[in-house]
């Protein structure tokens, strides 16, 4: 099972900061926070991960709560084109001899409104 | 750099047919992933390959579902028989799987029909 919860929906208005929240209160000390979205028709996109810093790219900021119980994803200047299904990904740590994986839940359907 | 390639985009069979879906991961990427996705869910892991090895099919239905990666690079996935319930979008997805770096990119995905 996800070791995430998301709201299911949220909408936002175009050109504002849509901030997307996620809950992993389960989360162990060294287990990432990945964030992917998907728009309608094709496959996930990467966008940031983070352990315990805050972190920023060109797409998107990721801040995670001191205690690592919650984390936001922040897209400054939302677009039409952010319209996607936002997902928050705790990766799970590898078993001996496996590679890590990602255990995706529903996400966040997020609609950018004119 | 050239994306994760899948074909075909779409397929509609019916029911007890078999058919199979390929992928070409990024070019130097060791890890090949098949996820399966039905409709308003997250993607569900099938099958996870290192080089032509693989690392973890456990929620494979094995007794339908086969993949393969011969020579580390192309996979194919196949079913056979299909059934209703597999109707879904099946991902592909590559990672280079090196220490620190295991982001994982997907390709456009396979939209399987089962009538």
Partial sequence: DAKTTQPPSMDCAEGRAANLPCNHSTISGNEYVYWYRQIHSQGPQYIIHGLKNNETNEMASLIITEDRKSSTLILPHATLRDTAVYYCIVRVDPQKDSNYQLIWGAGTKLIIKP | ??????????????????????????????????????????????????????????????????????????????????????????????????????????GPGTRLTVL
Avoid: M
């Fill in chain 2, 1 to 106: 750099e050239a994306g994760v390639a899948q074909s075909p985009r779409y397929k509609i069979i019916e029911k007890r047919q078999s058919v199979a879906f390929w992928c070409n991961p990024i070019s130097g990427h060791a890890t090949l992933y098949w996820y399966q996705q039905i409709l308003g869910q997250g993607p569900k892991l099938l099958i996870q390959f290192q080089n032509n090895g693989v690392v973890d099919d456990s929620q494979l239905p094995k007794d339908r579902f086969s993949a393969e990666r011969l020579k580390g690079v192309d996979s194919t996935l196949k079913i056979q028989p299909a059934k209703l319930e597999d109707s879904a979008v099946y991902l592909c997805a590559s990672s280079r799987a090196l220490a620190g770096d295991d982001t994982q990119y997907f």
